[in-house]
């Protein structure tokens, strides 16, 4: 016990706070002397960490806007000294993970968008979010962003997704189709929200319409998953008041039997003690989340 | 905020246009209660939920002794029995 002690009182004395000191400022100096890379947005400050201390800084280039090579003049402000390259883009978004987002519209000089996958757990978002630096993509386009934990920086259009779902769309929303009224197949129910939200846009004096209980079953079941945070798959009625309803949470697709009128589960999909009709649809989420049972149904 | 920032069309669209929201299982019957009503935050201790919720539906606080509070990433939450698996 002494000789814990002893330690304990040592191992500061041991740190020189002096030196420590010089040797950050040296670093600093070394590591603000280096240009870097990063992604510049008008009004708005840059973030870099070199040598594991991160700066926020000014760019005295108040009009530019894009990727950017930056020098520090010091530790709170940058000079661009010119264009990044493609390469260097690539390999600034190769340090971030890779989220697909759906494109909504313009609102205060800012690209908004929507996660294409709710259940990604890399990040919790809910609700849009805006996208920097895009390349003017379309309204309800698919796109790849990275996310640097702060902001969406657009890369690209994804090219998996069928790009006729988003033309779909916007004939719909140009054609002035109601949300319970659109029919486009192979739209996914986030891609249905992003409609619904530039559909209310145009037509402020409907909102009344969404503003109180969903009325549909398919909407009531869709509120119930994403009240915790899951989404709807597909939806089947088996008839006698029950429906089969795939969803999705945190990336595992789960399979349960609903009673319609209440969301009442008749059967789980997983054994729970012959208890299923103790938890609705909304708490069968967590439910399924504490399990960590994932049905390959 | 305008009523036509892209938050507020997400709560119009989703139906959602009030705060977060507890979702209750409870007896084998539902509801839904704004967090603001039950003077309750996302971050509100278990017990203080279990508590706010037992007044709310006017029940004993240790009916709720078998219950799970669940915490969502949007800030809702949910109160629900128990699971029992196998």
Redesign the interface.
Known sequence: MTRVMKEKKIAPSSIDPLALINRIASEESRALAQTFVAPVVRGKQVSVQVEGIAYTMSVKERNFEGWAVLKAVNPKNATVCGAATLDQIRKYFDLLPRFRLIM?DQ??QRL?S?QANTADARA?????VPLYLAQRPNRFETVCARFDGASFWYECVDRRRDPSVARALRDALHANIA?DQLRVPNAVPQEK?AY???W??KF?DM?GR?????QTDL?RVE?AL????AHLEGMWNEGADQVLVRYVVDGHSHTSRIRVS???VVSAG????G?D????L??L???M???GYADEY | MS?????T?????????SAA?L?L?FQ?R?R?IALDVLSLTASSADDQVRHAVAQFVDVAVTDFNHT?V?R?????L?L??E????
């Open positions: 909504l609102f205060e908004w929507l919790q978002i809910s609700g849009p949300p929200l619904r939200m530039l209310l846009q402020p909102r969404f503003s109180s209980t969903p909407q509120s994403n009240h915790a945070g209440d969301l009442t997983i054994c729970l003690s208890l009709q103790d938890f609705d909304a708490s989420v967590g439910v989340r504490e399990s | 009523t036509n920032d892209p938050t069309l997400y709560n119009f669209a989703n139906g959602t246009d929201v979702h299982r084998g539902s839904d799970v669940e969502h990433a949007n800030g809702n949910t629900r029995p699971a029992v698996f196998g």
